[in-house]
């Protein structure tokens, strides 16, 4: 019977061959959770025994690690803002750099004492149950053109506590606020795919063949969604909105030319941590 110690030192060179960016802790991570402990537990028992069903167990999330399954979906759920958030395939997995829009839309949001914020492109609902919780006063509507990644908002709203401050729509960006009449809102904030055709095979395998690629690809140019947003949004807000953008790298020069075009007003760019600008806040063209 092979101790932790052996599981590991097999499984980490196997996940080095196979391209994964962190074996150690990928390994470490999934032993942990097959035997219900954490990594520091790992580490201090390094000649435990797992039993029979636990090694199975492991050697069946290793195999599907070295096909380059992400891990949060091995995992079954992913951090975000310091709260675990259930993750399916379904959606795309929490990413760190997006903690710094919702940290910035939350500091506005406070000040402005923000009561109706849209989350646009739901997915996992990290963002829209993270507002809720961080803006208990709020309603937040999320929407999402998935019924099957609304479902994993509604799980994870349902596991926060705050289902009944969140709205569910299904359609296509700002058309089920439209028709429920939710409008004006004080903000909508929008991780909206940003992919563009020409850049998705050189993705990651781990986005690129196992992320849904609805949540993903944006046309040439990976700005197809987000020029409809911004041109669609202004009748929607509230007089001096917010509106909270993520964009990928590389086009947040050309979101904030279109932004200025199109008459709002530019608050703030924050880069991400790699120091790549990553979110827009701008606030909504007045009404002459």
Not at 118 to 144: C, F, H, K, N, R
Not at 162 to 189: M, N, S, Y
């Amino acid at each position: 019977m092979p101790t932790i110690h052996k599981l590991l030192t097999e499984a980490i060179p196997e996940l080095e061959a196979a391209g994964v960016a962190t074996p150690r802790l990928d390994a470490e991570v999934l032993l942990a959770h097959v035997l219900g402990k954490d990594r520091g537990w790992v580490w201090v028992h390094p000649e435990a025994v797992p039993s029979v069903e636990d090694e199975e167990r492991f050697r069946a999330l290793l195999a599907r690690r070295l096909k380059r399954e992400p891990l949060a979906y091995l995992l079954g759920e992913w951090e975000f803002y310091g709260r675990p958030f259930f993750v399916t395939p379904d959606v795309l997995v929490p990413r760190p750099e997006t903690e710094l829009l919702v940290e910035a839309v939350v500091a506005w949001a406070r000040e402005r004492r923000a009561a109706e914020l849209a989350d646009i492109g739901a997915g996992s609902g990290a963002i829209a149950v993270t507002l809720a919780l961080e803006l208990p006063d709020a309603q937040i509507v999320a929407m999402d053109l998935s019924p099957h990644a609304l479902a994993v908002t509604q799980r994870n709203a349902e596991r926060h506590g705050v289902l009944d401050r969140l709205t569910l729509l299904e359609g296509d960006l700002l058309e089920p606020i439209r028709q429920a009449e939710r409008a004006p809102l004080d903000a909508i904030i929008a991780n909206l795919p940003y992919i563009a055709e020409e850049e998705y095979p050189t993705l990651m395998p781990e986005v690129r063949e196992h992320e849904p690629l609805l949540a993903l690809r944006a046309g040439e140019g990976g700005l197809a969604l987000i020029r409809r947003l911004i041109a669609d949004a202004p009748p929607l807000l509230a007089s001096a909105g917010l509106l909270a953008l993520e964009v990928g790298m590389g086009q947040a020069e050309r979101v904030v030319s279109l932004l200025k075009e199109t008459g709002w007003r530019l608050l703030r760019v924050i880069e991400d941590y790699g120091g790549i600008p990553r979110h827009i806040l701008a606030i909504a063209p007045r009404e002459d």
